[in-house]
């Protein structure tokens, strides 16, 4: 058997990205991430290669029929070999940050190569400190800010104790279609998705019909139109930070406390992102001052990405994005009163829903005739490049350390492609209780990013003088402790487990009852924005370092990098089973005698899966390890309604979790769920199927937002990170069905 060849056109957004993909403004996004100590390259590139299946676009490029007669497509790759991905580069001595930060921006600047899946891994050694950094080079039609987020996810552990993995499955797919074919595909397929195109669409029509129904709704999305108008009476004037791309794109990156963001942000209820749209739009005025280029243009409009993926399986594959622009105001002397404008402003074009309307716009391009939708998309940068003068996107990460092959990740900068005309663009970034801004320029347009990045940095200073904050240390969280503080009392959890499975004797009435985590242990931490998660891909807040973030010594230069591909032995086994093909319910049945009949599968979430639950956890050696010191509260897994699945109100399975033992497990109420746990789990249908079937770890689900923490503190799951993993692992072994 060989790979499922799945074939899948690109969605109105992916298709865009593609189309505007130039050498003057290269469609690329990814992160500059730093690991401590030296990571081996041979070790670097067997991981890639034995977790990279696990998302299978990575394995797949756009085809497309001759003179774009047909919409572009992914298909998996035949020549796909993971080597001519990933690469190894040294920086010379004496290996300073701002080599790096060179390094990397002059990496962002190429195109990537549409012959093959476009994406790039760099491992560049030679960091001081013995530090290495990992570069991710993606292009934009392939993943979104989060998207990216869960790649890479599938490189890090939660914990230092790396395990390699498993042998790889066979990846045999088919040659490409030759032209004739490929257009005769092309038109068989078109149709089909022009009806998908189509079903969308009328959605988004419902969805702004019932808007206009309600009353509220309606007066909100009047508002943010009112806005959009009187913002628009006059056109908008070019600021210096625009101009003609050239191409040649520089990074630079900050970091702040998120504990000292979220301390200013309460000053005047604003949102972490408001917080960071100051500081972004404070820099680039007392830059464009300092330089004697402020012109009369009375703000700055960035186009805030917005996520709008709804967790519908049936949906447009790829990207679903739309825009918000918000209107950043110079010429305000106090930085409070600047927040307070900026949250209100931000609040008002939420609560709009307008970022439902762009959406459908966006969408329309998808109906013409593939030919002409190069010409549109071509043409669209244009228009954005009229309406706004810079993007700005923020992307929440885990707030927890990550580990690659045992090394932790230090730091993490995510960077977005530029927009025509556009000679800046911004990337706000969390992870472990830090936030980044990454400031990403046209060296053409803007000549010295790095000062520029100086003042952002005293536009923070600035701010968090006037909100009255002191320098916070992030939060660090180690290794937990002998004795955990108790967790406050709650009600009585679950009766005792059936007779068949005797549970362990109830702790004395002083010891309190409690569960071990089954959820990866991030959530991110940052404002989730009403009605359409604001791809401000919301950030993750840095440290606070004393110094610079990066040396600015500019002496150092890149003409000795050396550049090094290798050929690595992998763990392929042709004779490796296939990879499973995504399957709408997946089927898992465990038994250890050969010749047994299969065992019974149980309906997921009922009483029955929840009793042989508890036993697999109570069989897990691996689990008791794990959770012995676990002590903090019950555990509920919560799955929303799927009436289409089987489930037509939501259900939920409560967890009494004690010291390594499961004591019981019952299908319950999500209102007895909420009440008697210490902690809470939500997700979809299709969430908790990827979970559970080990089709996607619970860490990137709950970056992406697919799974949520309804109740309980994350800081207490934190130090049970390797317990929430090995109790998702108990999960694989019962045998079920949707």
């Not at 977790?51 to 572009?72: D, E, N, S, T």
């Not at 074009?349 to 391009?365: A, H, Y």
């Not at 090394?407 to 000679?423: A, D, E, I, R, V």
């Not at 004797?505 to 990866?520: H, M, V």
Request: charged share 20%; net charge negative.
């Amino acid at each position: 058997m060989t790979q499922s060849q799945e074939v899948q056109i690109l969605g109105p957004v992916d298709s865009a990205f593609y189309y505007v993909d130039r050498p003057e403004t290269p469609m690329n996004i990814g992160a500059v991430t730093i690991f401590d100590g030296r990571i081996d390259y041979e070790e670097f590139f067997r991981l890639v290669d034995s977790r990279i299946h696990q998302a299978p676009i990575y394995q797949k490029r756009i085809v497309q029929a001759a003179l774009r007669m047909g919409q572009p497509t992914w298909m998996f790759d035949p020549d796909f070999y993971v080597g001519n991905h990933i690469f190894n580069l040294k920086l010379p001595a004496p290996g300073t940050d701002e080599q790096l930060r060179q390094l990397t921006g002059a990496l962002m600047s190429s195109m990537l190569d549409r012959s093959k899946p476009l994406w790039e891994i760099y491992l560049i050694e030679g960091l001081t400190e013995k530090r290495t950094a990992v570069f991710l080079k993606l292009h934009h039609c392939m993943v979104d800010g989060l998207s990216a987020v869960e790649l890479f996810s599938l490189l890090l552990d939660l914990t230092p104790n790396y395990k390699p993995g498993g042998k790889k499955p066979l990846f045999d797919p088919s040659p490409l279609p030759n032209s004739p074919r490929l257009l005769a595909d092309s038109v068989r397929r078109d149709l089909p998705h022009r009806w998908q195109v189509l079903n969308k669409i009328g959605a988004d029509l419902a969805f702004m019909g019932a808007v206009f129904q309600n009353k509220e709704q309606r007066r909100k999305m009047l508002v943010g139109i009112a806005h959009l108008i009187n913002d628009n009476l006059r056109p908008l004037r070019k600021l210096p930070i625009n101009g003609e791309n050239t191409g040649h794109i520089e990074l630079a990156w900050s970091q702040f406390s998120l504990a000292e963001v979220r301390a200013i942000r309460s000053e005047v209820r604003a949102s972490v992102n408001d917080v960071m749209l100051e500081v972004l739009v404070g820099g680039v005025e007392a830059y464009l001052r300092r330089r004697g280029e402020l012109n009369e243009q009375p703000f700055m409009r960035a186009l805030v990405p917005v996520n709008m993926r709804t967790g519908d399986s049936d949906s447009i594959a790829g990207n679903r994005i739309s825009v918000l622009p918000v209107d950043l105001p110079f010429g305000v002397d106090d930085p409070l009163e600047k927040l307070r404008m900026i949250s209100e402003y931000t609040r008002t074009m939420k609560q709009s829903s307008l970022s439902n309307g762009l959406d459908l716009i966006l969408t329309l391009p998808s109906l013409a005739p593939a030919p002409a939708q190069s010409w549109i998309w071509g043409a669209a940068p244009s228009a954005f490049s009229v309406i706004a003068h810079t993007w700005c996107t923020n992307v929440a990460g885990p707030q927890i350390p990550l580990y690659m092959l045992g090394h932790q990740l230090l730091n993490s900068f995510g960077y977005f492609p530029l927009n025509p005309s556009m000679g800046l663009a911004s990337v706000i970034f969390s992870y472990n209780q830090s936030i980044s801004l990454t400031l990403v320029a046209d060296s053409g347009i803007v000549t010295d990013v790095l000062e520029l990045r100086s003042c952002v940095e005293e536009a923070y200073l600035e701010l968090r003088t006037a909100a009255k904050v002191q320098p916070i240390e992030p939060i660090t969280f180690g290794e937990p402790m002998s004795n955990p503080a108790p967790p406050p009392p709650t009600r009585p959890v679950i009766n005792p487990a059936p007779a068949a499975n005797p549970a362990p004797a109830a702790p004395p009435p002083n010891d309190p009852p409690a569960s071990s985590p089954a959820a990866p242990p991030s959530e991110p931490i940052t404002e989730p924005l009403p009605s359409a998660d604001v791809n401000t891909e919301t950030a993750a807040e840095p440290t606070e370092p004393d110094d610079p973030p990066a040396n600015t010594d500019t002496s150092d230069t890149l003409t000795d990098v050396q550049v090094e591909t290798r050929d690595v032995e992998t763990n392929t086994d042709d004779t490796a089973p296939p990879a499973p093909a995504p399957a709408t319910t997946p089927e898992i049945t465990v038994s250890n005698d050969p010749v047994a009949a299969p065992a019974e599968r149980l309906k997921l979430f009922s009483e029955a899966w929840a009793q042989a639950y508890q036993r697999a956890i109570n069989r897990s050696d691996a689990y008791r390890k794990a959770s012995l010191r676990w002590q903090a509260g019950s555990l509920a897994f919560v799955m929303k309604a799927a009436p289409t699945h089987g489930f037509p109100r939501a259900t939920a399975v409560l967890l009494d979790l004690y010291k390594g033992e499961c004591r019981a497990a019952h299908n319950v109420t999500v209102e007895r769920a909420i009440a008697e746990a210490a902690f809470v789990l939500e997700g979809d249908y299709d969430s908790w199927i990827k979970v559970l079937s080990g089709r996607a770890q619970p860490l990137a689900m709950l970056m992406r937002g697919n799974l949520t923490l309804k109740k309980g503190a994350m800081t207490r799951l934190i130090p049970y990170t390797q317990s929430a993993q090995e109790l998702v692992n108990c999960a694989h072994q019962v045998p079920w069905q949707g």
